[in-house]
């Protein structure tokens, strides 16, 4: 095992290609000990197969793994010192929950005592609080039941690495946030790395402290929660990690006036050092002020109401402003002073700039078809 | 339509009734129902040629079936780690297997078999060491193995719709935990697949020990039960034939029923 000053898991330019299709692209990541990783993006970027290459179910093509500063190469899973939490459990439907939750311990050499392996196999389901289920049948269990089990079954073998395959996907959305909940409190009680491989940019944001973003089998993106979403580093960062409107528009020689498609200039605050040209700026839906009555000649767009989602605690407008396209707003039912717009109403629509992010237009590498990039 | 259906049924099912019918009858004439009686079951349980044949069979059933049910799970899980093109080739060749008349498995069988002993007797006989040099010939050896290949191809079929219906995450999961390859196989995935090798088992031994065709051509001067009936046959059908075919009947009925359960039960469990 490592030390402690020693990352937990590190990627050495590791790329991972199926025949003809490139998965990972020459990736290089280092995770420290402890963290809690998330590798987020849409199906077929490659987060996967990192966890796999990780628990060792796939071989790199080129480049090295490594597990607490040893390299990985050619090592199979069963001599790895980590575990996984799979997608769909992958429980073993004929062994009980006892069995299932001993059954790495019962494989370690030298053997561990039997009453040892069940001392900490009661241990682990106290952990997941299923102490008094170790005799169920495991198709007794519900979907979030058999989810605990196994975590325990990962847990009690105390890996220096948990991996987490989309383990929250198959449950539904109040299990979601309670698991959501136990996992993080669990990762910061036990201190063992987590990596979580997901689709869902707010089960990564809300549960990891470090989120790589992926694309293409490249990493796009690697920081803390708050930095991604609020420092997107290109536009399909900004697009899938929450959502965003974007205004196509030319920035000036100055770096700071921007020319509308409707002919108008906008001052985005400070000098942005992307270069002049084709540009895109992306502005959050909550960062959008929206005003009910539209005089035209006021601050801001003017736009129309056409759609309304009422969150609870929030409102989601869709506006159709002239000349820029439809824009997302979200408005917090706290400033709101309880009244709703309705749909066909006319607004006025406004943002601090210095909000706005700016990205040059070759970064138009986004997800498919949508301006309001979100995915769950 | 529905008539004809019916009548489908009556013609495959009224020669089966009526053996069995025939069966418990007290006279000893098959054409006309006398009395209830079981005595044909005495009498042909208390035959030593039928006996001798049965066990033949029961020896050549057992062992066959246990040979398909080894080879048959080996393959069914090597297919699984073969690529797609070679899968669909064996899988192709699997189902050829089974479609394949009996006949035809019969007379190559025995073509076979003569080409190999007229090969390797000459060479066993010139490097015996003894005068007593031991002569391959039809027998058990050879019913044994014709119906092992076939039930092969047939218990190869069911362990690998098993198999693919096992899904390769519990595979992972065991290696995760620290199991190797041999530990997952035993601990996780034989297990699994138990039910389905022991189905294959069962409906090859219902085939070895009903098949008549193929054993016909390789048998050689053994005689087994299909074959020992259809020889008591040439002499006239007595109660005792329908006795024994009645019982034979049985037999199959619950062994197939059994399988069929063993196979229904795991697609529930997974």
Same mark, same amino acid.
């Given at each position: 095992?490592? %030390?402690?000053?020693?990352?937990?898991?590190?990627?050495?330019?590791?790329?991972?290609?199926?025949?003809?299709?490139?998965?990972?692209?020459?990736?290089?990541?280092?995770?420290?000990?402890?963290?809690?990783?998330?590798?987020?993006?849409?199906?077929?970027?490659?987060?996967?197969?990192?966890?796999?290459?990780?628990?060792?179910?796939?071989?790199?093509?080129?480049?090295?793994?490594?597990? *607490?500063?040893?390299?990985?190469?050619?090592?199979?899973?069963?001599?790895?010192?980590?575990?996984?939490?799979?997608? &769909?459990?992958?429980?073993?439907?004929?062994?009980?929950?006892?069995?299932?939750?001993?059954?790495?311990?019962?494989?370690?050499?030298?053997?561990?005592?039997?009453? @040892?392996?069940?001392?900490?196999?009661?241990?682990?389901?106290?952990?997941?609080?299923?102490?008094?289920?170790?005799?169920?049948?495991? &198709?007794?269990?519900?979907?979030?039941?058999?989810?605990?089990?196994?975590?325990?079954?990962?847990?009690?073998?105390?890996?220096?690495?948990?991996? +987490?395959?989309?383990?929250?996907?198959?449950?539904?959305? !109040?299990?979601?946030?309670?698991?959501?909940?136990?996992?993080?409190?669990?990762?910061?009680?036990?201190?063992?790395?987590?990596?979580?491989?997901?689709? $869902?940019?707010?089960?990564?944001?809300?549960?990891?402290?470090?989120?790589?973003?992926?694309?293409?089998?490249?990493?796009?993106?690697?920081?803390?929660?708050?930095?991604?979403?609020?420092?997107?580093?290109?536009?399909?960062?900004?697009?899938?990690?929450?959502?965003?409107? &974007?205004?196509? *528009?030319?920035?000036?020689?100055?770096?700071?006036?921007?020319?509308?498609?409707?002919?108008?200039?906008?001052?985005?605050?400070?000098?942005?050092?992307?270069?002049?040209?084709?540009?895109?700026?992306?502005?959050?839906?909550?960062?959008?002020?929206?005003?009910?009555?539209?005089?035209?000649?006021?601050?801001?767009?003017?736009?129309?109401?056409? &759609?309304?989602?009422?969150?609870?605690?929030?409102?989601?407008?869709?506006?159709?402003?002239?000349?820029?396209?439809?824009?997302?707003?979200?408005?917090?039912?706290?400033?709101?002073?309880?009244?709703?717009?309705?749909?066909?109403? %006319?607004?006025?629509?406004?943002?601090?700039?210095?909000? *706005?992010?700016?990205?040059?237009?070759?970064?138009?590498?986004?997800? @498919?078809?949508?301006?309001?990039?979100?995915?769950? | 339509?529905?008539?004809?259906?019916?009548?489908?049924?009556?013609?495959?099912?009224?020669?089966?009734?009526?053996?069995?019918?025939? %069966?418990?009858? %007290?006279?000893?004439?098959?054409?006309? +129902?006398?009395?209830?009686?079981?005595?044909?079951?005495?009498?042909?349980?208390?035959?030593?040629?039928?006996?001798?044949?049965?066990?033949?069979?029961?020896?050549?059933?057992?062992?066959?079936?246990?040979?398909?049910?080894?080879?048959?799970?080996?393959?069914?899980?090597?297919?699984?780690?073969?690529?797609?093109?070679?899968?669909?080739?064996? $899988?192709?060749?699997?189902?050829?297997?089974?479609?394949?008349?009996?006949?035809?498995?019969?007379?190559?069988?025995?073509?076979?078999?003569?080409?190999?002993?007229?090969?390797?007797?000459?060479?066993?006989?010139?490097?015996?060491?003894?005068?007593?040099?031991?002569?391959?010939?039809?027998?058990?050896?050879?019913?044994?193995? *014709?119906?092992?290949?076939?039930?092969?191809?047939?218990?190869?079929?069911?362990?690998?719709?098993?198999?693919?219906?096992?899904?390769?995450?519990?595979?992972?999961?065991?290696?995760?935990?620290?199991?190797?390859?041999?530990?997952?196989?035993? @601990?996780?995935?034989?297990?699994?697949?138990?039910?389905?090798?022991?189905?294959?088992?069962?409906?090859?031994?219902?085939?070895?020990?009903?098949?008549?065709?193929?054993?016909?051509?390789?048998?050689?001067? !053994?005689?087994?039960?299909?074959?020992?009936?259809?020889?008591?046959?040439?002499?006239?059908?007595?109660?005792?034939?329908?006795?024994?075919?009645?019982?034979?009947?049985?037999?199959?009925?619950?062994?197939?029923?059994?399988?069929?359960?063993?196979?229904?039960?795991? !697609?529930?469990?997974?």
């Amino acid at each position: 095992m490592g %030390s402690a000053a020693r990352d937990d898991i590190e990627f050495r330019s590791v790329t991972k290609a199926y025949g003809a299709v490139t998965a990972v692209r020459n990736i290089s990541l280092n995770v420290p000990k402890g963290a809690f990783l998330a590798l987020l993006g849409p199906s077929g970027c490659g987060k996967t197969t990192c966890l796999r290459m990780i628990g060792g179910f796939e071989q790199p093509t080129s480049g090295e793994v490594l597990i *607490a500063g040893s390299g990985m190469n050619g090592v199979p899973p069963y001599r790895r010192p980590v575990n996984m939490v799979f997608q &769909h459990y992958a429980l073993f439907p004929h062994f009980n929950v006892e069995q299932n939750v001993a059954y790495g311990l019962r494989q370690m050499r030298p053997r561990i005592p039997a009453q @040892e392996i069940k001392r900490r196999v009661g241990e682990a389901l106290e952990m997941v609080r299923l102490g008094g289920f170790a005799n169920r049948r495991i &198709h007794e269990m519900s979907g979030g039941q058999q989810q605990r089990v196994a975590l325990a079954r990962a847990l009690v073998n105390r890996p220096s690495v948990l991996l +987490l395959d989309e383990p929250l996907a198959a449950l539904d959305k !109040k299990l979601r946030s309670a698991m959501q909940i136990e996992l993080q409190t669990l990762q910061r009680e036990l201190g063992i790395t987590f990596v979580l491989v997901t689709h $869902d940019q707010e089960e990564a944001l809300s549960m990891a402290d470090l989120v790589c973003v992926m694309s293409g089998g490249a990493i796009k993106q690697l920081g803390a929660p708050q930095d991604v979403y609020d420092r997107p580093a290109d536009l399909f960062v900004a697009d899938f990690v929450g959502k965003t409107n &974007h205004i196509q *528009a030319t920035l000036e020689a100055d770096g700071r006036t921007l020319r509308l498609p409707d002919g108008s200039a906008l001052d985005v605050g400070a000098e942005r050092n992307i270069g002049a040209g084709e540009t895109t700026l992306a502005i959050r839906p909550e960062a959008i002020r929206l005003t009910p009555g539209g005089e035209p000649r006021g601050e801001g767009f003017a736009g129309t109401v056409t &759609h309304r989602i009422f969150l609870g605690s929030s409102v989601e407008y869709s506006v159709s402003v002239p000349a820029l396209g439809d824009f997302l707003v979200t408005a917090d039912r706290s400033t709101d002073e309880g009244q709703l717009v309705e749909p066909g109403q %006319s607004v006025r629509l406004g943002f601090d700039p210095a909000a *706005a992010h700016l990205f040059p237009a070759s970064h138009a590498a986004q997800p @498919e078809g949508n301006t309001h990039g979100q995915q769950t | 339509m529905r008539a004809l259906v019916f009548a489908v049924y009556l013609f495959l099912y009224t020669p089966i009734a009526l053996v069995v019918l025939f %069966s418990f009858n %007290s006279g000893r004439n098959a054409s006309e +129902l006398v009395g209830f009686s079981t005595q044909w079951y005495g009498r042909a349980l208390s035959n030593p040629f039928l006996m001798e044949a049965l066990q033949t069979s029961l020896i050549i059933a057992f062992t066959s079936a246990g040979l398909a049910a080894v080879f048959g799970t080996m393959a069914a899980i090597g297919l699984e780690r073969v690529g797609p093109r070679v899968r669909a080739i064996f $899988d192709g060749l699997f189902a050829a297997a089974i479609v394949v008349p009996g006949v035809v498995i019969g007379i190559a069988t025995l073509v076979a078999l003569a080409e190999l002993f007229s090969f390797v007797n000459p060479m066993l006989a010139s490097v015996w060491p003894g005068t007593n040099v031991p002569k391959l010939s039809l027998g058990y050896g050879s019913i044994i193995a *014709a119906h092992g290949l076939f039930s092969m191809a047939l218990v190869t079929m069911i362990v690998k719709a098993r198999i693919a219906s096992l899904g390769r995450d519990i595979v992972e999961a065991s290696g995760d935990l620290y199991a190797s390859p041999l530990t997952t196989f035993r @601990e996780i995935v034989l297990p699994q697949i138990r039910p389905s090798i022991v189905a294959g088992f069962l409906l090859a031994f219902t085939f070895s020990f009903d098949d008549f065709i193929i054993a016909f051509f390789v048998a050689g001067s !053994k005689t087994t039960l299909p074959i020992y009936v259809f020889a008591s046959i040439r002499r006239g059908v007595t109660p005792e034939i329908n006795a024994v075919a009645t019982m034979v009947l049985v037999a199959s009925l619950v062994l197939i029923v059994i399988a069929r359960i063993l196979m229904r039960e795991k !697609k529930i469990a997974s």
